[in-house]
């Protein structure tokens, strides 16, 4: 299987650090890449599910590969009490000349804390990915009969 990734995520904005009457005290920085985040995420759980993964490249991928385009639609955090995320992608499947399926996952995070760290937005945004990874991975899996 090949995968692409469109509407990178430039912006390393994910969220918002909210006061106790809930405006915007500051804003939630990602120490890294977000799309290389997502993408690996989802390429981890589609490797668990017995796929081997490759990166999309015209010269090398073969009429007959499955190709997973995958589109970051959002990725918000916000904190504290509770400290929520959200994650939305589409993802598009394709064999050939054929579309196979194109569907929207989205993930959600919840973590009950009130300190203002950020292992608490790690952990709420990891538990969003992870629920939209996991569901990617099982349709992948209904559509390729794997």
Known sequence: MATRWRGVKRDRAVGEI?????????RVWADNSVTDWIQGAVESELSKAGFIIQRFDPEITSADMMILTGEILKVSASGPAPFEASVALRIKLEKGDRELRVSEYIGKGSLPSFRVLSANFNKSLGKALNEAAVNVARDVECVSGY
Not at 18 to 26: P, Y
């Open 18 to 26: 909210k006061n106790g009457l809930g405006g915007q005290n500051a």
